[in-house]
């Protein structure tokens, strides 16, 4: 999904969004609140605010829904007629400035964060104060609103490398290397973590972590490198696709639509001040294993090459960042969507939105 480019809300991505209904127990507390998404033009965020109009229009919950996002024209190909809807708002936000608005807000969904990891090689100085002073923002705007909650869509990055090779529980840390620049994300991250915490202890501002694995899925961007978005993107175009490494490394890969369904139930029901892994037990793979379902689905082949320095010097660190989902199952969170699932229905949405924008059906 091109982020210059109108979603085509068709019908397998708009079945995937009300199937994962189910999995956010008593959804209807939602009901008449205010919810603002950061990040709402990103992979999560954009597949967050459609979820949520989506919910409007089949459950009648009456929500309003702020968009927020540093560039409207982006918002508005993104989402098309939806920004002319009374229940869409747009906000403009920048995570480098202060935050304020008069609307009153229920919820803040905090997904907008520099995710691309070329942007952590060429930019680590942006990439940690975009993360700290977007989170600091809107906690300080927090203090003196009322908001039920803050969710924080934080990232498996946090949990570093460790030895074994056994899932990772919320309450463990592995080792993060602070005076490599690549360290910049997580690092970040972690420190992010540590405010919400401390914003609880100092000021009460209720706050629940989320913290998904690799999520793909239609709604990724063009500018997006990492290695499953331009898999997809790769094969979506008609080539094969370029592996520059030999993908051993384990990874609990998250389909979008489960994604969303498992942000909102750590939202409304998670413990403030705790942290939920996002994590489907029959999604976890690794790079390699995931290339091959997309050339399976797609019919392409795979090919290797040598990554540059700075590539290299931008992947993640992990030999294996398998998180354990347990805690957000205990919560009544259910992951719909196996890696074979969620790699298919990704390949046939982006091909039918990739046909559309070639044949300028917008």
């Known amino acids: 999904m091109d982020k210059g480019i109108t979603m085509i809300y068709t019908k397998q991505y708009m079945s995937d969004l009300e199937s994962v209904q189910k999995c956010i127990p008593d959804i209807k507390q939602l009901q008449n609140c205010s919810i603002m998404v950061t990040g709402a033009g990103g992979l999560i965020g954009s597949a967050i605010?459609?979820?949520?109009?989506?919910?409007?229009?089949?459950?009648?919950?009456?929500?309003?829904?702020?968009?927020?996002?540093?560039?409207?024209?982006?918002?508005?190909?993104?989402?098309?007629?939806?920004?002319?809807?009374?229940?869409?708002?747009?906000?403009?936000?920048?995570?480098?400035?202060?935050?304020?608005?008069?609307?009153?807000?229920?919820?803040?969904?905090?997904?907008?964060?520099?995710?691309?990891?070329?942007?952590?090689?060429?930019?680590?100085v942006e990439t940690m104060l975009a993360n700290l002073m977007g989170v600091n923002a809107l906690l300080n705007y927090a203090r003196t609103h009322e908001l039920k909650?803050?969710?924080?869509?934080?990232?498996?990055?946090?949990?570093?490398?460790?030895?074994?090779?056994?899932?990772?529980?919320?309450?463990?840390?592995?080792?993060?290397?602070?005076?490599?620049?690549?360290?910049?994300?997580?690092?970040a991250k972690r420190?992010?973590?540590?405010?919400?915490?401390?914003?609880?202890?100092?000021?009460?501002?209720?706050?629940?972590?989320?913290?998904?694995?690799?999520?793909?899925?239609?709604?990724?961007?063009?500018?997006?490198?990492?290695?499953?978005t331009s898999f997809f993107r790769d094969v979506v175009w008609g080539r094969d696709i370029l592996m520059k490494s030999p993908g051993q490394q384990l990874r609990s890969y998250c389909y979008v639509a489960d994604c969303v369904s498992g942000v909102l139930c750590s939202m409304l029901h998670g413990i403030i001040g705790q942290?939920?892994?996002?994590?489907?037990?029959?999604?976890?793979?690794?790079?390699?294993?995931?290339?091959?379902?997309?050339?399976?689905?797609?019919?392409?082949?795979?090919?290797?090459?040598?990554?540059t320095d700075r590539e290299a010097g931008s992947y993640n660190r992990m030999e294996h960042s398998d998180l354990k989902g347990a805690k957000l199952e205990q919560l009544g969170w259910k992951g719909l969507f196996d890696l074979k699932t969620g790699v298919r229905h990704t390949y046939e949405i982006m091909k039918e939105n990739s046909s559309a924008a070639q044949s300028g059906c917008f």
């Open 49 to 124: 605010m459609d979820f949520l109009i989506h919910a409007n229009d089949t459950l009648q919950l009456n929500m309003t829904l702020y968009a927020a996002a540093r560039n409207w024209e982006k918002i508005r190909k993104r989402f098309g007629a939806i920004v002319d809807r009374r229940d869409f708002v747009y906000v403009p936000y920048d995570a480098m400035k202060p935050f304020s608005m008069e609307a009153p807000l229920d919820y803040v969904i905090h997904t907008a964060s520099p995710a691309n990891p070329g942007m952590y090689a060429s930019h680590p």
């Open 149 to 187: 909650r803050i969710l924080y869509l934080s990232s498996s990055e946090v949990y570093g490398k460790k030895k074994d090779r056994k899932p990772y529980e919320e309450e463990e840390y592995g080792y993060v290397d602070i005076l490599n620049p690549r360290g910049c994300y997580p690092v």
């Open 191 to 228: 420190g992010a973590e540590t405010l919400l915490a401390s914003y609880l202890q100092e000021y009460g501002v209720k706050s629940v972590i989320a913290r998904p694995g690799h999520v793909y899925g239609p709604t990724g961007l063009s500018s997006d490198n990492r290695a499953s």
């Open 275 to 307: 942290a939920y892994n996002i994590s489907n037990p029959s999604s976890v793979a690794t790079i390699r294993e995931l290339a091959e379902q997309i050339a399976l689905v797609s019919g392409r082949r795979i090919l290797f090459e040598q990554p």
